[in-house]
């Protein structure tokens, strides 16, 4: 335990967003380009190319003990995909620099580098090798892959003839049984069905736990990273937010800040939402509260606001919105508003859920912002032995018990 | 993957790995399985399969050695005019596959380029193996032809590979000049279909160099020229004779074509996967 695994000090990455300039003529954007083509030619790949420059990840810095399994964690955007892909080595970090001791794999994807037309057998050895795995290797490990896949029987079909879930199998079989001193995994186990799932979780604690290896793990799945991880890396519009053991980043990430979606209308004629905002706070307490902004250019007359929360599957699970309560719900005439749905407590057990809101008034609607805003949710309520929620369903109600002996 | 040593890797801006080389031979089975892929989808999902392999250079001699052999009525040594341009296709058609294939190679392996690492120099190498194959069902036609003739080539074919490989490293010295320009534009995938169109016309594939007597060394700075006539040279008992000033001065081109299209490839490699 004496020096890290993996030493990160002060890294960044720095993308270029371009923003192409309108030519208007054909002949216009020719010449810009081949002005642009000839100065990169002569003045080299590392010229400055026209655009705003955005740190994707910057001054990064932490270390990886031997042995330890790093949950990172963030919002999407916030560069826990490039810090992935930089110790990775698919590409190299603008700034700072990383210290690796040990053999890195890393499986950014389920399935790179599987080929449709080529049979499930070849593509074991195909995938094996894309993640760096040696023939022999290959070989000693085929029984168990294949056994882990369960498709015995398809091993000679090609893999386009499968279906989803056999092919998520096979890759993440042939992935599971890398063993490489340091695995690199992002969010792969947001595919594939809950009881598959499982198992690759089941592996993934194994390999953990059993032979002392380092993993770098990348998730959305709050639950999974409780289990799996001993350390956690909050980043935030890449840098570091919080570092230190999982249970402490989780909470600080969970109930940080709003979760806020903001629109440009298409057609401002019409009566349009503006914005979504999501409160991280009142949902680390268990509420839900999610406020949304409307903007029309003439007054409406009963604004109606209706939100529905989906499970991260598609399916609704609760929806409400005034038009429904009839006489009851009388907000007034106004042409902008802010408009706020709240459910206290809110009965749902941990996992990902989804909002989708709506604008209209007493007879028709207007606007409506499918997926808006997403969610991790963390219930308070912790049971110690939770069936898998495509079992018993994401909804968490007040049972009440009775019990008579007689 | 058991290793006593544990090898230390710095990732750091602007550090060529420096152990690329190493890198390059302990990722060796990766370069045979890109290859194997390669082959082995190469006919899947075809009616004719690996006919096509020999459909295309038997139509392409028969035009030519009826436009060069009998219209335009070029002179063709000791043996029969379909030998002499078959000669010539050869090593052009594999340095054409060749070309083509590794020029598109980094743009069809995005998906592996933007998830894994690797040498990303195995990627244009590998894609080079098809190409192999096709020559070598050429080659096939070639031996039917002399067969046919009754053309025995002499001790000179034993030279053969020599050529082979001049081909093919001009055709990867070029083809990782433009795979890595194709990355960051685009534009290049119309330009390596246009090269290949003139370069035929410009390579000796339909004729005998000989026919221009003059400018030899200037033609030869075209790798291709010297390719070819060597192709000829080994298989057709030593006709049309080899310039050794006008090979070396292929061989020089085909050489500065590698050195600088390896240059370019690995400055642009390191980013590949931010502009892919």
Partial sequence: MSTPVIRVEGLGKRYYLSHEKRSDTLRDSLTQKFRQLGRRLAGGGGAEPAGEEFWALRDVSFDV????????????????????????????PTAGRATIRGRVASLLEV??????????????????????????EIRRKFDEIVAFAEIERFLDTQVKHYSSGMYVRLAFAVAAHLEPEILIVDEVLAVGDAQFQKKCLGKMNEVARGSGRTILFVSHNTGALQAI?????????????QAGPIANCLA?????????????????????????????????????????????????????????????????????????????????????????????????????????????DAAQDYDQKLEAVEFDYV????????PPLSVIGQCDLPWRWTVEPK | MAQTDTPELVLEAGRASRDYWRDLWRYRELLGFLAWRDVKIRYKQTVLGVLWALIQPVVTLAVFTFIFGKLAGMPSGNAPYPLLVLCGLLPWQLFAAAF????????????????????????????????????AITLGLLALLCAWWRFVPDWRVLLLPLFIVLTLLTAIGT?????????????FRFVVPFLLQIGLFLSP??????????????????????????????????????????????????????ASGLWYFRRTERTVADVI
């Fill in chain 1, 229 to 241: 991880c001993r350390t956690g890396l909050w980043l935030q519009q890449g840098q570091v937010a």
């Fill in chain 1, 111 to 136: 399935g790179t580098g599987f080929h449709p037309e080529l049979s499930g057998r070849e593509n074991i050895f195909l995938n094996g090798a894309i993640l760096g795995m040696s023939r022999v």
């Fill in chain 2, 175 to 187: 083809g990782l000049w433009l795979t890595a320009l194709t990355v960051k534009y685009r534009d």
């Fill in chain 2, 205 to 258: 594939v339909g004729f005998s160099s000989t026919n221009l007597p003059n400018w030899q060394h200037v033609y030869s700075l075209n790798p291709m020229v010297g390719a070819i006539d060597g192709f000829r040279w080994c298989l057709l008992h030593g006709e049309p004779t080899l310039d050794p000033l006008n090979l070396a001065v292929s061989v020089a081109m085909s050489g500065l074509l590698l």
């Fill in chain 1, 379 to 386: 219930s308070p309520h912790f049971y110690p032995q939770c």
């Fill in chain 1, 65 to 92: 003990a031997q042995g330890d399994v790093l949950g990172i964690i963030g919002r999407n955007g916030a560069g826990k995909s490039t810090l992935l892909k930089l110790l990775s080595r698919i590409t190299e």
């Fill in chain 2, 100 to 135: 083509s294939n590794a020029s598109g190679s980094l743009v069809a392996n995005t998906h592996l380029i933007a998830k894994v690492y690797f040498p990303r120099l195995i990627v244009p190498l590998s894609s080079v193996a098809v190409a192999l194959l096709d020559f």
């Fill in chain 1, 252 to 360: 600080g990430y969970l109930s940080s800040g709003n979760e806020a979606a903001t629109f440009t209308a298409t057609n401002p004629e019409k009566p349009h939402i503006t914005s979504v905002t999501l409160d991280r706070t009142a949902l680390a307490h268990g509420r839900f509260r999610v406020s949304v902004s409307f903007k029309a250019s003439a007054p409406l007359s009963r604004p109606v606001i209706g939100v529905t929360i989906f499970s991260k599957l598609g399916q609704p699970l609760a929806g409400s919105n005034g038009r429904m309560m009839g006489e009851q719900w009388a907000p007034g005439v106004m042409s902008e508003g802010v408009i706020t749905a709240e459910i206290d407590p809110l009965p749902l057990h941990s996992d990902t859920y989804r909002v989708s809101v709506y604008l209209g």
